[in-house]
């Protein structure tokens, strides 16, 4: 079975500078892609970034770039130049090849400070 | 374009009682996915509909769960006999295609629903 680890369960950061959150996965398959979301207080889950497990580059989306290790089944998503609207929760989750669901983290809550 | 909306954003209701929750995908989708996000448990997977063919209802956690997709787009999610541990968050997502792990599933706001 699949399994997503987020083992901060709170983050702060300064504003303007960078923070990673941490996302470790679990999988026999070698096909499978793997999602980061944001859900601000007003509940809406929001995509974020995507990478591949074929995917020889790290995925980047403007501020958000994925930190991709295969080999240790970790996905961590970095977030330069924080800014106070980051504050909210992200998720992590993954998709296996034609699955259908997601499998999410618990999240990690991230607070901004000004 | 418009995105996934759902309805109502709140539904509080009594102990016993059924509630629909109603699911209007992304136009174009293919693929609807209904999620459930509560304190105790994160985000759990309940069903997903890929075009005509059967839903996969593996997710539903008790056969007081039912949900349709009416047309190939709207989609409602029924709860019979509503219980507290029903109260929770349902959120609803739609997909282009709904089978490459690269298919990219866009969420709703959700429904809140309590239950008394």
């Known amino acids: 079975a699949q399994k997503i680890t987020q083992t901060q369960p709170g983050m702060f950061v300064q504003e303007k500078e960078a923070v990673t959150l941490d996302c470790t996965y679990d999988?026999?398959?070698?096909?499978?892609?793997l999602f980061w979301y944001k859900q601000p207080s007003s509940g809406e889950m929001i995509f974020l970034i995507y990478?591949?497990?074929?995917?020889?580059q790290n995925a980047t989306e403007g501020r958000y770039s994925l930190n991709f290790q295969k080999a240790r089944k970790s996905a961590n998503l970095v977030i330069s130049a924080s800014q106070l609207g980051d504050s909210a929760m992200y998720f992590c989750?993954?998709?296996?090849?034609?699955?259908?669901?997601?499998?999410f983290g618990a999240g990690t809550i991230l607070r901004v400070k000004s | 374009g418009a995105g996934v909306s759902q309805s109502p954003s709140n539904k509080v209701t009594e102990k016993g009682k059924d509630v629909e929750l109603r699911c209007d995908p992304i136009?174009?989708?293919?693929?609807l996915y209904w999620y459930r996000q509560s304190l105790g448990q994160g985000l759990e997977f309940l069903i997903y509909?890929?075009?005509?063919?059967?839903?996969?209802k593996s997710g539903l956690p008790s056969d007081r769960f039912s949900a349709e997709r009416t047309g190939g787009s709207v989609s409602t999610l029924t709860i019979q006999r509503t219980q507290q541990e029903d109260s929770a968050v349902y959120l609803c997502?739609?997909?282009?295609?709904?089978?490459?792990?690269?298919?990219?599933?866009?969420f709703g706001p959700g429904t809140r629903l309590t239950v008394l």
């Open positions: 509909f890929q075009g005509n063919s059967a839903p996969d």
């Open positions: 990478q591949g497990s074929y995917d020889e």
């Open positions: 989750a993954m998709r296996m090849e034609y699955g259908n669901k997601l499998v």
């Open positions: 999988t026999s398959d070698q096909s499978y892609g």
């Open positions: 136009s174009g989708h293919t693929a």
């Open positions: 997502a739609s997909s282009p295609a709904g089978g490459p792990r690269t298919d990219t599933q866009y």
